[in-house]
């Protein structure tokens, strides 16, 4: 009995955490050209979110954009006013955030409001210097190594 309380408590714990993690927009960001989910990419510096139109089916499908995971809870912190990302209220107040064309988001919130912000475009160039890049390009070999 004892025991089972206590796994319990372990998993929820778990689960606590895992909602802290990478993919704390999952099912609440959506691509506006095609109306599909946007879900998570992470790349071995940065965590990305991508149309899964434009993702499985290519670019050809939707012309969305990837967005920056730091750039969304940037936005995020702002709107709610904290001091950094809480999931928390990010549940208690936003009910969805679409994705525009033109790098624009929309953030659609529970009260009825919604807010709009524009990314700055290619963030990703201006962020990463050229021996990240060099890293990445060596881990993303090492993975097809091991891949096939
Ligand atoms: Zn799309």
Redesign the pocket.
């Known amino acids: 009995m004892f025991y089972e309380a206590q796994k319990l408590r372990k998993s929820k714990t778990e689960n606590h955490k895992k909602s802290n993690g990478d993919n704390d927009f999952k099912g609440y960001m959506k691509?506006a050209?095609?109306g599909?989910a946007y879900t998570y990419k992470k790349t071995p510096y940065n965590v990305y979110w991508m149309?899964s139109?434009?993702r499985t089916k290519g670019k050809k499908y939707?012309k969305?954009k990837q967005v920056l995971d730091s750039n969304v809870k940037e936005e995020v912190v702002s709107i709610l006013n904290t001091n950094s990302f809480n999931k928390n209220e990010f549940i208690k107040k936003i009910k969805t955030i679409v994705v525009h064309k033109s790098n624009k988001l929309v953030f659609e919130l529970i009260d009825g409001t919604s807010k709009k912000y524009l990314w700055e475009h290619d963030s990703r160039a201006n962020s990463w210097t050229e021996e990240m890049k060099e890293k990445a390009r060596i881990k993303a070999l090492d993975r097809n190594k091991g891949g096939i």
Do not use: D, F
């Open positions: 691509c050209i095609c599909k149309c139109t434009a939707c969305s």
